[in-house]
């Protein structure tokens, strides 16, 4: 995944570090649970992106049918809010 972002890279980061997921599998297009995050897996997920962005991750968006540039857009779009503050 071209991870150009830091929230992009961050999501690429926790996913392939913490979770071992294949870095090539770290598409746009995936969805979570095709990258084989199951339920608690998520929640580990959110809140190892909460501590990492500083921002909240609601359950709805990070949940199995969530593709990772779905929740990049979402977390950029919070991150920036956050930062402006």
Known sequence: MSSE???GSA??????EKFEVDPAAVRP???LESLD?????????????QEQL???VAESEASKQTTVAELTATLTAKHATAAAR
């Open 54 to 56: 500083g921002v909240d």
């Open 29 to 31: 297009d995936a969805t």
């Open 11 to 16: 999501i690429a980061a926790v996913l392939t």
């Open 37 to 49: 995050l199951d339920s608690l897996a998520l929640a580990e997920l959110a809140l190892a992106l």
């Open 5 to 7: 972002s830091p929230v």
